[in-house]
């Protein structure tokens, strides 16, 4: 049995977590196992993942679970390998993914309002969750598998303080199933944010990346002492977006100082342990003064590079765990990189000349969105013809 009590109980024994983020969605399926084995290799006894709802039913009732969505595949490696799992269901997860793992056909309700009490949205995720969570529930450790911890949606705070939404969320997974521990995850250093997102019966977690000494402070001066302190996010880099002029890196000797603070008092989760790639059209985008959309590479600056290679922070990292936990041997096999070298552009044409060979035309007295002509991800060229004013 997995409990929450003062700390984390595994089996009535005390247990830290040491988990790092390994995205199966942004992984291809013949490395999960390869960084996987490097996850553990570093020390880390769990892995985290989200589970992003527009990756599995990119259209209403189309659901998809093979190949690189085998999200139980996924699950069963890292069980054959040894670690514990939190899992990060959706139904929004942020990631710096597309419309945060939010399909886009819920926008087809012109009237759609998302992540509160609107019940054409609550029946919607009612019915992906119906789908999804009798896959995960074989999974939980009291059930003979390798999940510990499931987080119910993401970061709410900064978004709304709808308490019956998140309800609804916390009782519909246990209603399907779900036994182990909840957690809920926001930045303590604003109080009113942090407690907008918390919920009864999950365990409140922080996300920061710096002043790890102060955050888990002020963490348990809202949670209480008689709670386990962790970060569910502990930002060891960052994402670039496109224009940016540079690749966003982490300060490393000050993440080893909050690493091995943070470890002593409590339990982590590192985001990213390895980013990976955007694939297709899924990179995500900011908006706060101008628009920032992310760049295909998720490397994050994480331990483990995109490829897999081990960096001098994965190392670092493996150090001061070592101090917690007991190292298994390092594992790194080779890498091989290949240079493909140049693609010489031989050909051109004109866009308006193949139009009727690459897609067909939709006829409307109105313009549609995206999302109204089944179309989630890439362009519309939306044309129409004025008629030339005359007068009687």
Known sequence: M?????????????????????????????????????????????????????????????????????????????????LYMIIRPSPYICSEWEFGGLPAWLLKDRNMRLRCCY????????????????????????????????????????????????????????SLGITVPFITSDGPWNKSVFK??????????????????????????????????????????????????EHKTSDLEKNKVDLDYM?????????????????????????????????????????LTEDGRLTEKYLAFRGIIGKYNTLPPIYNPEIKRADFGQVKVTEKTDLFSVLDSIADPIITPYPLSMEETDQNTGYILYRTKIKPYETV
């Open 2 to 82: 997995f409990e929450v009590k003062d700390s984390f109980y595994l089996n009535n024994k005390p247990f830290k977590v040491i988990s790092g983020a390994l995205h199966y969605f942004r992984t291809l399926p013949e490395y999960w196992e390869d960084r996987l084995k490097k996850l553990k290799a570093m020390g880390c006894n769990t892995v985290e993942t989200y589970i992003p709802w527009n990756f599995h039913e990119p259209k209403k009732g189309e659901f998809h679970w093979d190949g690189m969505r085998d999200i139980c595949r996924f699950i069963e490696i890292a069980e054959e390998i040894g």
């Open 119 to 174: 019940k054409p949205y609550l029946d919607h995720v009612s019915d992906y969750y119906e789908v999804l969570i009798p896959k995960l529930v074989p999974y939980q450790f009291d059930k003979g598998g390798n999940i510990i911890l499931v987080q119910i949606e993401n970061e709410y705070g900064y978004y709304g303080d709808d308490t019956a939404y998140l309800e609804f969320l916390r009782d519909k997974m246990r």
């Open 196 to 245: 907008a997102g918390c919920v009864e019966g999950a365990l409140p977690t922080g996300n920061f990346g710096s002043s790890c000494e102060w955050q888990f402070g002020e963490l348990k001066k809202l949670i209480g002492d008689n709670k386990p302190l962790m970060c569910a996010e502990f930002w060891v880099g960052w994402f670039d977006f496109w224009g940016s002029g």
């Open 263 to 303: 470890l002593s008092k409590g339990n982590v989760n590192f985001y990213m342990f390895l980013g990976g790639t955007d694939f297709g059209f899924m990179n995500g985008s900011n908006y706060d003064e101008k628009l920032t959309p992310d760049v295909t590479s998720y490397d994050y600056d994480a331990p």
